[in-house]
């Protein structure tokens, strides 16, 4: 902060001066304001303070209890859990065998695993998010959970395909 606020006034003070001419010396520097809303007034820097208004974070959107959920929904959350572990798992076992794998090779796969990586966060986001839908509105919210799973799926097939035998 305190460097940006310098070089603006060098840069304030030297704004007539070309490469090929002599720099002043310190002592014949004189500043002077050219307006006065600038900060630098009697050869001082003055900060103006400004009340900048609190912003509050919204409200969450509220919870809703399993006791609300149908038992298809509860059904159809608990498979996906299980499912999206399974994949955590097997992106993990993948990760291991390319941690194994030399540095040329390991660039090659990168790109791969972090397409695998990201899936599976967007697939525990949107699953995560199922808990604040309401539970008469979950199966239109479904469709999203469905398509992210197949995504993370596919990112699996791919990253293990791509990746060389040891």
């Known amino acids: 902060m305190k460097l940006n606020i310098v070089s603006g006034i060098l840069v304030w003070l030297f704004s007539g001066v070309s490469f090929g001419q002599n720099l002043p010396d310190r002592n014949s520097i004189t500043i002077s304001p050219k307006s006065s809303d600038?900060?630098?007034?009697n050869g001082r820097i003055s900060l103006k303070s400004e009340v900048v208004p609190l912003i509050y974070r919204e409200r969450p959107a509220p919870r809703y209890p399993d006791s609300a959920k149908s038992e298809d929904q509860k059904k159809y959350q608990a498979k996906v859990r299980?499912?999206?572990?399974e994949h955590i798992i097997e992106i993990e076992n993948l990760k291991d065998r390319i941690d194994r794998l030399k540095a040329y090779k390991r660039s090659e796969v990168l790109p791969f695993l972090r397409t695998a990586e990201g899936n599976r966060s967007?697939?525990?986001?949107?699953?995560?998010q199922l808990d604040f839908y309401p539970p008469d509105q979950w199966t239109a919210f479904r469709s999203g959970i469905d398509r992210a799973m197949k995504n993370l799926e596919e990112s699996i097939v791919t990253l293990a395909y791509r990746l060389p035998e040891p």
């Not at 600038?38 to 007034?41: D, G, I, L, M, R």
């Open 122 to 128: 967007v697939a525990r986001t949107k699953l995560n």
């Open 82 to 85: 299980a499912k999206l572990d």
């Open 38 to 41: 600038s900060p630098v007034q």
